[in-house]
């Protein structure tokens, strides 16, 4: 039987994982999966008034 060394099943389980992270974020986007969306901030500024004029 050939040995496998330790190298490539590191490199296989890397992979393997990459895979079931996109897999999972695919799926949780399109089965219903809702990302919030980045609202814009009301920014308002009040100056008083300088009493120039």
């Known amino acids: 039987m050939a040995q496998n060394?330790?190298?490539?099943?590191?490199?296989?389980?890397?992979i393997?994982?990459?895979v079931v992270v996109v897999v999972v974020i695919l799926g949780y986007l399109f089965l219903g999966g809702d990302v919030?969306?980045?609202?814009?901030a009301d920014i308002e500024i009040n100056l008083p008034d300088g009493g120039e004029g």
């Open 36 to 40: 919030p969306a980045a609202d814009d």
């Open 5 to 14: 060394g330790s190298g490539s099943n590191a490199g296989l389980a890397f």
């Open 16 to 18: 393997l994982g990459a």
